[in-house]
């Protein structure tokens, strides 16, 4: 079945890293995919996304590349801050069921 | 434009008790999920609605889970009887939907079950 895969936790960085956060999907067709962020005692947010192969989604510094050819969408911010402290969901959407299906979650611990 | 809104955000209960959780997903949008998140985990559905449709319940467990979105807005789902494992975030989500809709989910806080 589908599938999404991500590092696995906790990342722990110094304030002003680069950051990167593994993510690859199984390769069922041609699924949109999204980095969904989740902060402590708050729900899902919607972080960025990307529809077709090659597509850059960005959103608040931080960036993910959809790679067909390796089946990943890898997260990275160049300079990460404490507020971004938080836990990052790869997804995948299946076309039919319109439904997502998340990796595990990687929880990002920035110190200052 | 409000969110998706959860209720309650926190809830315990003993086993074998009912329990009901009630969402209100954005406005205009047709789509509404409920996802379980267990600690440590990602979001797994459980069910989708097309307005008042249930169209993919596959992963509900229907002897003691049921869903209902009578009016094609808001939606409630119900536990009965609960049981220690159903201790656990239920998320409500909600999309714009339709043929042409955007896969794009927008999340509620959600609810945090607690069975003793």
């Known amino acids: 079945g589908n599938s999404v895969t991500q590092m696995e936790g906790p990342v722990t960085l110094s304030e002003e890293a680069f950051l990167t956060i593994n993510c690859t999907y199984t390769?069922?067709?041609?699924?949109?995919l999204f980095w969904y962020v989740q902060y402590p005692g708050e729900g899902l947010q919607l972080l960025l996304k990307a529809t077709k192969a090659d597509d850059k989604g960005s959103n608040k510094g931080f960036e993910a590349t959809y790679r067909k050819e390796t089946t990943s969408f890898h997260l990275e911010k160049g300079s990460v801050q404490v507020s971004d402290s938080a836990v990052y969901f790869c997804?995948?959407?299946?076309?039919?069921?319109?439904?997502?299906?998340f990796g595990s979650g990687t929880r990002l611990q920035v110190q200052p | 434009e409000a969110g998706v809104v959860q209720s309650p955000r926190y809830k315990i209960i003993e086993k074998k008790q009912p329990v009901a959780f009630w969402c209100n997903p954005i406005s205009g949008h047709n789509t509404l999920y409920w996802y379980l998140q267990n600690l440590g985990q990602g979001p797994e559905l459980l069910i989708r609605y097309e307005n008042e449709e249930a169209v993919d319940d596959s992963q509900l467990p229907k002897d003691r889970f049921s869903a209902e979105r009578l009016k094609g807005v808001d939606s409630t789902l119900k536990i009965q009887p609960a049981e220690l494992g159903d201790s656990a975030v239920y998320l409500c989500?909600?999309?714009?939907?339709?043929?042409?809709?955007?896969?794009?989910?927008?999340f509620g806080p959600g609810t945090r079950l607690t069975v003793t």
């Open positions: 989500a909600s999309s714009p939907g339709g043929l042409a809709g955007s896969y794009e989910q927008y």
């Open positions: 390769a069922t067709g041609y699924p949109s």
């Open positions: 997804a995948r959407a299946d076309t039919g069921r319109r439904a997502l299906t």
